[in-house]
């Protein structure tokens, strides 16, 4: 007889847990109505997280789906607008920088402008010849203007974010909207099938909870994949260094300073700095190596940073959290009847924003492949292992790039940073390949890569990468170099319309907050 998926228990109420029981319960009709019965259970005792403040573009599409208005969302997560991320100092540690915008380079599906932009490399950097979002970003200008609709665009964004307030919100939105049953209860331990399956979890006050597939979204805790499954875990500390993270909530000074469209990452010397710009405050802290530098050495970089900001006194005061971490993941995420989502599957430090973009593609993918039944799980916990097994490789191939060009020479982090035996082979072969091929189209192995070769060409050439192309001319020679300089004679004309025409960020999230954005 086989066993029906029926009922999904949710364990934990972080980000994770809510962004998951969102999706399901938006893909499936309600139990009573012949879908899919979604409770998420979380511990009054264990607080969540509480950091994770930036996401990607696929955030506007996880939220629109859910049925969520992106005024409501933005005005109670106090949200703002990501445009990209901002690295300085990543390259020589002399003032360099280079951004990783979300956009496009210009006619991307048509054409390679790498090879086109080298000739002219020396006058202007590589994002700015191809893509209008890095001026847009050096502005303080928002992605969209007020009668743009609720999540269209005129430049591709993502968000900012208040983690606490977004978990909240998604609760609510889940609870009030969704038909989420959700138990505020600590978990203490598992029942299990013969089969080893998990028949239902245990808790404090509401006695056993059974399910026919468990999430676990318990953080770091891990409760059902790590603790109870003892699912082994991949250290990846020889190729991603940072291990620890110091966090602050600065104000801003005026109320009404400018909000960052961007991410601003800054290079420290075993770690960065991130500043992520909100309406109501900013969100600061350093993520470090604590190979390389003491807590203390760390916390006096991070005050260090913070004094041009808000002053010497309130630099000195700010209270900030500290929070350790093991870089990693799961060699398996989907086990049995139980898969693994958000800090509970892994997590390696927070550089491109990787973690929350897992969660939904990880969401997605539970919600479009629900077996019908247990015995079909087998072969959808297989897939599911396989395709997030590809998409931690490629983060952390993507991750390691970013310090692997580095050519900085202020101490062993940097420099460990460029040894080949921290390098994963597979990005070794990549490199291999664009020392003279610049990527493109083709180097995108699966349609559904985390990062598309844009962002590798963005990382590659905002870090002074250089590709030595093949010498061999092409018939159509002069007509790719026409489209080529059609490309960027486009792109500058739509700078200028933009730089023009888009609202400064917060001027458009005040607004926002009054009257809203139309709905789609
Ligand atoms: C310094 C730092 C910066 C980050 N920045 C970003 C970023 O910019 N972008 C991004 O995408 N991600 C970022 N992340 C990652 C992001 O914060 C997490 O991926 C995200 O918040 C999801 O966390 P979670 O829900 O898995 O875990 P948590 O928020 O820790 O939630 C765990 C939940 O499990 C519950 N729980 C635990 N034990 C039990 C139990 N026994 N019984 C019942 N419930 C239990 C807790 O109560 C809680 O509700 C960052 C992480 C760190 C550490």
Redesign the pocket.
């Known amino acids: 007889m086989y066993r029906p998926i029926k009922k999904v228990v949710i364990?934990?109420?972080?980000?994770?847990?809510w962004l998951t029981a969102g999706v399901l319960a938006s893909h499936f009709q309600s139990a009573e109505r012949g879908g899919l019965e979604v409770v998420l259970?979380?511990?009054p005792d264990?607080?969540?997280?509480g950091?994770?403040?930036?996401?990607w573009p696929s955030m506007r599409t996880t939220l629109q789906k859910m049925g969520v208005s992106e005024s409501d969302f933005i005005r109670e997560c106090d949200a703002s607008f990501k445009q990209g991320s901002r690295f300085d100092n990543w390259v020589t540690g002399d003032n360099d920088h280079y951004y990783h915008p979300f956009s496009l380079p210009q006619g991307f599906g048509d054409l390679n402008l790498v090879k086109y932009w080298q000739t002219v490399r020396d006058k202007i950097s590589f994002t700015d010849a191809v893509t209008q979002q890095g001026q847009i970003c050096d502005h303080g200008l928002a992605a969209k203007q007020i009668t743009t609709p609720e999540y269209a665009f005129n430049v591709n964004y993502g968000y900012h974010l208040d983690?606490g307030k977004f978990a909240k919100f998604l609760q609510k939105h889940c609870v009030e909207k969704l038909g989420v049953a959700h138990i505020l209860d600590?978990?203490t331990s598992i029942n299990s099938r013969p089969n080893e399956d998990i028949e239902s979890i245990n808790s404090k006050h509401n006695g056993a909870i059974a399910g026919d597939l468990f999430v676990d979204?318990?953080?770091?805790?891990s409760?059902l994949i790590g603790e109870h499954y003892k699912i082994p875990f991949n250290n990846l500390d020889n190729i991603l260094y940072n291990d620890s993270?110091l966090?602050a909530q600065v104000p801003y000074v005026n109320e009404d300073d400018p909000i960052a469209s961007h991410t601003l990452s800054t290079a420290q010397s075993a770690g960065w700095v991130w500043n992520i710009g909100l309406p109501s405050r900013r969100g600061i802290?350093h993520?470090y190596s604590s190979k390389y530098i003491s807590r203390e050495g760390a916390e006096r970089e991070l005050r260090d940073y913070l004094e041009p900001i808000i002053g010497r006194r309130d630099a000195e005061e700010l209270s900030v959290r500290s929070?350790s971490?093991k870089p990693g993941h799961r060699q398996q995420f989907w086990h049995k009847n139980c898969v693994a989502i958000?800090?509970?599957a892994g997590?390696v430090e927070?550089l491109e924003?990787?973690?929350?973009?897992l969660?939904e593609y990880s969401a997605k993918m539970i919600a479009q492949q629900m077996p019908e039944n247990r015995e079909m799980m087998e072969l959808t916990s297989k897939r599911f292992n396989d395709k997030f097994s590809q998409h931690w490789q490629q983060i952390i191939d993507f991750l390691k790039l970013h310090y692997l060009l580095n050519q900085r020479n202020d101490g062993g982090f940097w420099q460990d940073n460029r040894n080949k035996e921290s390098v994963p082979q597979s990005l070794q072969e990549s490199l291999t390949l664009w020392r003279n091929q610049a990527p493109w189209l083709d180097d995108a192995p699966h349609f559904d890569d985390l990062f598309s070769s844009a962002s590798f060409q963005y990382v590659l050439y905002g870090m002074g990468f250089v590709s030595h192309l093949s010498q061999l001319t092409l018939r159509d020679e002069e007509a790719g170099l026409a489209a080529a300089n059609g490309l960027f004679n486009e792109n500058v004309k739509k700078t200028n319309q933009f730089l023009a025409s888009l609202p400064k960020n917060r001027d458009l999230l005040n607004k926002i907050k009054t009257v809203g954005l139309k709905k789609l």
């Open positions: 364990v934990g109420g972080g980000s994770a847990g259970i979380e511990s264990v607080a969540t997280i950091v994770g403040e930036g996401t983690a600590h978990v979204c318990t953080g770091f805790a409760l993270a966090a802290g993520v929070i971490f958000g800090l509970s997590f927070p924003a990787s973690a929350l973009v969660v």
